[in-house]
């Protein structure tokens, strides 16, 4: 019995944070899966399977972003299907399989940590096999050995779908050999969700063809590839049939979905179809490149009863000077002009971006009008980074490079002049009655989320304890807020 058949069986109703599924297939087989998050940044999956007595442990640990998790659990699924036990505890498994992110430094150091723990792991005998797979494994490939002794199998992206063969030949002592990267589209169906049942993520496209001067993607992910609209379709339509509510499109820039496939408006044909899928309630788009956001995009959103009114439209900077280095294909008026756009078009949509400071050469000028423009721009949601000078990158070349201290200290006043509009903006959200997602419930109290909160990335409604179970959507009003999160009560 393979885990794919018994998802569809119904052996796993639904896969739920902290919760504990099992089911009897047949005589022999048992299975037993526990879900347990950690933090929003890195996930630890375990799964105990025994298989006719035959126990082969592995451990999985998958970090970065949702393109990463996709994978995840992609990989997951396939590790399942050929009959490895997933365990409950990856520092002590046969196999330890580390699905890494490679993106900028702070991510690198993380994966490199969970590696090393899992290599100290292994010279104490606790664990047989080291297996790295991921964005840093692709952007590293051998020289991560280097980095850190003791990796027993490094996997390519191009790698991925054959992560259960490398597993067994690890154990068997085999190395199979590593082929070069060739961009193709990976089929992402069948997947073994990290996330509850009830929302999922639905990638859309992969690699990037922007020239980003700070950005690794690129060169780790390869050029942009839309997968098929009906490859794209027919996954939906299995995570809706699975119990999926609401679908989260990602890739590294939506909004250019199709343009390889010779498709005008590929984004809003695809959400056109997406919406007629019956038991679908939220469809929310991610990472909307500024300037591809034209106005078939924007109605089509207006119009739509499940695209949700959220934009997630990372800006990077203001300054038009930065915005020209850092070889983005927007101005500070056309970034003006778009957020205006949105608004009017939809007075109740909700905007997130992201934004780099201490670019090199940004000088205190520059960083003022960063900050000005936040001011008028009153996002929702931001997230900032320092400037990371990524080995690879025209931006990590450039002479001009800023102090750490400058970095962060700009970050920190970008994001405490965030924070007072947040908390501004919240309050006013008080006694607005919503529609909530209920995410989780337990003893101490549901949780849940409105159309303006993405899951993993924004804050969350906080319920009293109520009746309605994961997956749910009920009537609350908002009556204050603890942090960033809303205080929501039942209607
Ligand atoms: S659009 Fe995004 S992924 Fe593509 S190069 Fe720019 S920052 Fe990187």
């Known amino acids: 019995m393979f885990i794919q058949d018994a998802c569809k069986e119904g052996f796993i109703a639904c896969i739920e944070r902290k919760c504990v599924f099992s089911g009897n297939a047949g005589n022999q087989d048992v299975l037993l899966i526990r879900f347990r998050r950690f933090s929003k940044e890195r996930n630890h999956i375990f799964m105990k399977k025994k298989i006719q007595n035959q126990v082969t442990t592995v451990g999985f640990v998958a970090l970065g972003c949702p393109k990463n998790i996709v994978d995840s659990e992609v990989m997951l699924a396939q590790i399942g299907q050929a009959g490895f036990v997933l365990s409950g505890d990856p520092d002590r498994a046969d196999v330890v399989v580390i699905n890494t992110c490679g993106f900028i430094a702070p991510a690198k150091a993380e994966a490199i940590s969970a590696i090393r723990q899992a290599v100290n792991q292994k010279r104490r005998g606790h664990i047989r096999k080291v297996v790295v797979a991921g964005c840093l494994s692709e952007r590293m490939g051998e020289a991560l050995r280097q980095e850190v002794k003791g990796i027993d199998a490094i996997v390519g992206l191009d790698q991925r779908d054959r992560i259960a063969e490398i597993v067994a030949a690890c154990l068997e002592g085999r190395s199979l050999r590593r082929e070069a990267s060739v961009p193709e589209i990976h089929d992402d169906r069948g997947r073994l969700l990290i996330t509850p049942a009830h929302w999922a993520y639905l990638r859309i496209s992969e690699g990037c063809d922007r020239k980003c001067s700070f950005c690794t993607i690129p060169s780790i992910r390869g050029r942009f590839r839309s997968k098929p609209m009906e490859m794209v379709l027919d996954e939906a339509r299995e995570l809706v049939e699975n119990g999926a509510v609401e679908l989260s499109l990602i890739a590294q820039d939506s909004n250019y979905y199709g343009r390889d496939l010779k498709l005008e408006n590929g984004l809003v044909k695809l959400i056109g179809e997406m919406e007629k899928l019956e038991s679908l309630r939220w469809i929310r788009l991610m990472y909307l490149y500024p300037s591809g956001v034209d106005d078939a995009l924007l109605e089509a959103m207006a119009k739509s009863d499940k695209v949700v009114h959220y934009a997630d439209i990372p800006v990077q900077h203001i300054n038009n000077r930065i915005l020209k280095c850092m ?165």
């Open 327 to 491: 070889r983005r294909a927007d101005t500070k008026e056309k970034n003006l002009h778009l957020i205006e756009r949105l608004r009017t078009r939809m007075p109740d949509v909700v905007l997130r971006t992201t934004m780099i400071v201490g670019y090199p050469g940004e000088t205190e000028a520059e960083f003022e009008e960063l900050l000005e423009f936040v001011r008028w721009a009153q996002f929702d949601a931001l997230g900032c980074f320092p400037f990371f000078a990524e080995p690879g990158t025209p931006a990590a070349e450039l002479a001009d490079q800023l102090p750490d201290k400058v970095k962060h200290k700009r970050a920190d006043r970008l994001m405490q002049t965030q924070q007072e509009i947040v908390f501004a903006k919240m309050d006013n959200w008080k006694g607005k009655e919503l529609t909530v997602l209920v995410d989780d419930n337990d003893s101490d109290g549901a949780v849940g989320r409105h159309y303006g909160q993405a899951p993993h990335i924004d804050s969350v409604c906080l319920l009293a304890p109520c009746d309605a179970p994961p997956g749910t959507f009920i009537n609350a009003r908002v009556t204050g807020r603890d942090g960033y999160d809303f205080e929501v009560e039942t209607r």
